[in-house]
């Protein structure tokens, strides 16, 4: 089948060559700043060199706690036991011993407030009978979510061969951890939590964006000797311009995510994360061009029982823009043609390229937001014919 494209008429737009935006100086060994709303990246450098994830690791634990959350494997309330293993992990504690059993909530806030590796440990336990097999369904998830260059070998981030990953691939963890598990990232948001018995200094979360920017919330800091200080940091902030091209400015919420690995101090790396959030809030504008299930071509079906086929998203297509471009866009659909019958709803028929003045800016997939059954023999039949003629 031939690929064809279909220039759409939602926005209309000839405008001269726009101008690359610089991202700022960023004092890291590798960072990446990503439009969540938009689903793209606005800066970048050395996203595919594996680095140690230190403690961001604990993400990929709270990814699978989460999930036996949600699949009723443990419960909230539940109390685990501490091992002696989990009670002699080195580095950041919450400060559990094998004479406590402990709630799994709680568990969890020292695992994410205190990044403590005795209450990670405790965790990996309760949810996979033993640290090597949780390390296994870490390795099965990564492999699962797409995260390429990533190889886990304990579940709380300390030094170990083999035990890295990417800049990308933590973009991929960190936004499906909030898109699978709305319920439960709000624990990343907690600026304070100590259990019971614990010194009362350690009742601080590390990440510093949490108590000087309101809008952050989440999500996880990092940090050995070799890792250097890292941080995944999100904000979401209510900004004007996020309507329709071509209409009038609304207003919407917008979520961006910022990784910086290795920079030198904990000051250093909540001063670079803030400085990219803040610039990719005003150096691009989000534009809304289509809502979600609604169809963004509807082109004809043959041999089908119905003689169309909507395409589109089951979420908002959102584009992120240099700022002063929104209505500079030009969008493109490449399909097959023809588009013969049966589609199942979900399935990916094509895909909407978004460009601004001439530079591509994104490529999103368009499914078919309901299903197309075959026609019957006779109507196959006369749709061959008649495709035959043309």
Not at 83 to 99: L, N, V
Not at 260 to 266: D, I, K, N, R, Y
Request: hydrophobic share 45%; net charge positive; proline share 5%.
């Amino acid at each position: 089948m031939k690929k064809i494209f279909l220039s759409l008429a939602v926005i209309i737009c000839l405008s001269a060559a726009s101008q690359p935006v610089q991202p700022p100086e960023i004092a890291a060994r590798s960072y990446l700043l990503l439009d969540v709303t938009a689903n793209q990246i606005l800066a970048e450098k050395g996203i595919d060199t594996p680095v140690e994830p230190a403690s961001l690791t604990k993400l990929m634990t709270a990814y699978l706690v989460f999930d036996a959350l949600r699949n009723k494997k443990i419960d909230l309330h539940q109390t685990l036991s501490v091992s002696e293993r989990a009670w002699k992990m080195p580095g950041s504690r919450m400060f559990i011993d094998p004479k406590m059993k402990v709630q799994v909530e709680d568990l969890i806030k020292g695992m994410i407030v205190q990044s403590g590796n005795d209450a990670t440990v405790a965790l990996a336990e309760g949810v996979g009978g033993s640290v090597e097999r949780f390390v296994q369904l870490m390795n099965d998830q990564a492999k699962a979510l797409g995260m390429k260059s990533t190889g886990y070998k304990n579940p709380e981030g300390l030094t170990e061969a083999g035990h890295t990953t990417t800049a990308r691939d933590l973009s991929v963890l960190a936004t499906r951890l909030m898109q699978d598990f709305p319920d439960y990232v709000t624990y990343y948001a907690i600026k304070k939590y100590r259990y019971e018995g614990a010194p009362t200094a350690n009742d601080s979360n590390r990440n510093l964006l949490l108590f000087r920017d309101p809008t952050v919330d989440g999500l996880k800091t990092g940090h050995t000797d070799a890792a250097g200080y890292c941080l995944i940091a999100t904000a979401k902030r209510e900004v004007p311009g996020l309507g329709h091209a071509g209409a009038s400015a609304g207003v919407g919420s917008r979520r961006l995510l910022s990784i910086v690995l290795g920079t030198a101090s904990e000051n250093a790396r909540a001063n670079e994360s803030q400085k990219l959030l803040n610039w990719g809030y005003t150096a691009y504008e989000a534009v809304k061009l289509f809502d979600a299930n609604q169809a963004v071509v509807t082109p004809q079906v043959w041999k089908g029982r119905a003689a169309t086929v909507a395409l589109g998203q089951s979420r908002a297509i959102v584009v992120a823009v240099p700022a002063g471009y929104g209505s500079k866009l030009t969008t493109q659909v490449a399909r097959p043609e023809p588009l013969v019958a049966p589609f199942a709803k979900g399935q990916q028929v094509g895909v909407l390229k978004i460009s601004s003045a001439g530079q591509a800016l994104a490529e999103v997939p368009l499914v078919a937001l309901e299903g197309v059954e075959q026609a019957n023999v006779l109507g196959r039949a006369w749709d061959a014919l008649r495709l035959w003629i043309k």
